[in-house]
């Protein structure tokens, strides 16, 4: 693929579309998924997760973080990979979401967080239609970094 | 953070008064010649007129000051109010309302209408004939004074020293009375002491007023009407010989009568008048005990609450939820320790720290009176607009709860009673017809029973009209007509959203929508509803709530690897699974407590728990309402004191958890919803009921 400047995809997210954004690298399974740093609270090591009967699968459990319970949620379900084994590399990233108008306080497994760095829409390759198994309202845009395919996720839609 | 703009604060207070002004005009409905309830709505109205014309709302200053003037005759005893002058207040009362919410939505000309018809009602039952201006059928039928009243009054004002401390200021009170007439004001400095010993927040001035003017002695007692607990106060028809502490001070008054507000320091008037404080004991004892009893339990109630914000509340409550589980840790700790001195301070900070929760969590529990009281209006207005006389009975206002949890009740509880009057009480015909007295009931009652909040709204009404509800049923293609269905299943349709059976659609009911919203919102409230109805002798609806308060004492147990807790209020024992239940249990599921059948659930296969049980299972009693379900479980741990967090949006479809909480370790905790594991184990017996039966 070439420069994919010009494509003239409708600006969903935001008011200014090419506007570099800072995000957060991790990587969950064989993927790397950017987050915007203004949704990440902390990154924190593995703490114990209490599992919850019933709940939906990428939302398995809860944990305390600073006295406060919030959701643990696993994004290899939703992104059809084998749930990750715990690694000296496994971290927990902290953030806060918007649904449904209120802020809701979560926290992702990640299999390893890299570091964060800029990324633009000015380099969003078309999300392809074919060969993907994801579901494409999962997906803001995927992008390229350090020579990498990048996913920027719409969590929103996620983890309802 | 704090949001100290004045304007609300005399909302908020405005809001309160004229609530409390509403609940007392509903009283003297029902208690017309009750004194203390006029009393009440005058000061009510006064505060409001005072405070309004303060923070600049002055139409509400203006109005209220109508309003106040026609509910003076009442206070005067001219009159009585009845049933007309009610309800006439009350549409006064939401004027205020309106005026003080959203003026810019109403016109003065209702207002106006209002204050006229008021007066219709006032002057035409009184004496005196025209009766706009309020002052004229007060002079027109004066009880025994009336020639000194053309004379005027000599007024001795005594206040007690701290006065001014109180933020009371004595010269504003005396520009309420030139208000009333020309004055001579003569201050009397014979008790200030010399300028080192003075305490400039001590009152040391009395001061003797000469008022010429017509008015009624109750005017004058009116401007002190807030400080009469902390003055003496001395009132005298000026004609007759006045009395010597009145006399006494006269050749000053010249001096300091023009002078109103008098110099402090200037001796002008040393003119010691030792007769008034004697004079003064006399008439204030004189003055009718109610008024005075009045006037101490005001005071009492103003020194013993006090406004906080709501949001103070939950962060204490907060800090005490984090203190407990700090505390949860320490015990843990000290446990294992050998130190008895940490022992010691660990069991000192786990007593203070359960008193400092129950003291917190009874900050916020609201008695239920609360809320019921806002019924009356509502029940009120609404017998009137259908000619359905209705006595509204309130049982268990001590009930408390949460107060957020009230809060979400209202609306529910508004359709509800909605319904009980509009569909369940009859016409007159149809009572008379039946044998029942004219006037309906409606019972709105609350209790605790278990964990949990019962509060019903019961009627005398018709019932449900099981036939026409099951005709509606299959006209809407719920059902197939014919269906073998329950009563009880068949009053589920109520709960259907769009479902009415009214025949005429009216402005109260008939639209179908009501029953599923009140559904709703008592669901969200993880709470449930159960409708019963006799035919032709009346309905009830009962919610059933969780006492959903911020902490309890819960039970921890181990199921597999996690931890749960029961809350302790729903546990009623824990028994061991004999061996004999444990292999005959997979042919069903209950046991026998004591002769009587329990079902019972194994949590190992609803949490779907891994590994291998534990050989000697426990099963934990629990129990809401007249339900009792066992729950097996590995182990009990022991009791906890536990802190509600509440689950995460993102976990909203999780129904057997109501909550989650901190253990001592640090870990998380999910707390079992009792009523839905309660609901489980009923579908359990009966599907269990249905198998023997096959």
Redesign the interface.
Known sequence: MTDAATLGRPAAAGPVPHQPIQALMIAIGQEIFAIETAMVREIIDP??L???????AH?PG???VR?????L?DLHERFGMPAGQTTPDTRIVVIEVE??E?P???GIIADKVHEVSEVSRANAQQTPRIGMNWRPEYISFITKWNDEFIIVPNLSAI?? | MMDLDPTEIFRQEAAELLETLETVLLDLGQRPGDGDLVDAAFRALHTIKGSGAMFGFDRVAAFTHDFETAFDLIRKGRIVADHEIVTVSLSAKDYIRTLIEDPDSTDAIIGEAIVAELHRLVSGLGSGGAGAEAHEPEAAAPPAEASPEEAGWAIGIAFNPDILRNGTNPLGLLDELRDLGPCEVVADLGAVPELAALDPEHCFIRWTVRLHAPCPREAVEDVFMFVSDEMTLTIAPLGEAAPDAAEAPMPAAQAAAISAPPARKTPAAKTPVPAKPAAGEAPAAERPAPDKAEHNRRSDDKGSTVRVQAERLDELMDRVGELVIAQARLSQLAHVSNDLAIKAIAEEVERLASGLRDTTMGVRMVPMGTLFARFRRLVHDLSRDLSKPVEFVTVGEDTEMDKTMIERLADPLVHLIRNAIDHGIENAEARAAAGKPATGRIELSARYVGAQVLVSVQDDGGGLDTARIRAKAEENGLIQPGAALSEHEIHQFLFHPGFSTARTISALSGRGVGMDVVKRTIEAMRGSIDLTTVPGLGSSVTLRLPLTLAIIDGLLIRVGEGRYIIPLSAVEECLELTPADENRSRGRSFLSVRGELVPFLRLRDQFDAAGQPDPHQKVIIISTGEMRVGLVADQIIGSHQTVIKSLSKLHADVTMFSGATILGDGSAALILDVAQLVGLGQGRAETDKTMEAA
């Open positions: 703490v114990p209490t599992r919850v009967a019933g709940a939906k939302l809860l944990i305390n006295g406060n319970i919030i959701p949620a649904i449904d209120d809701v306080t979560l983890l309802v």
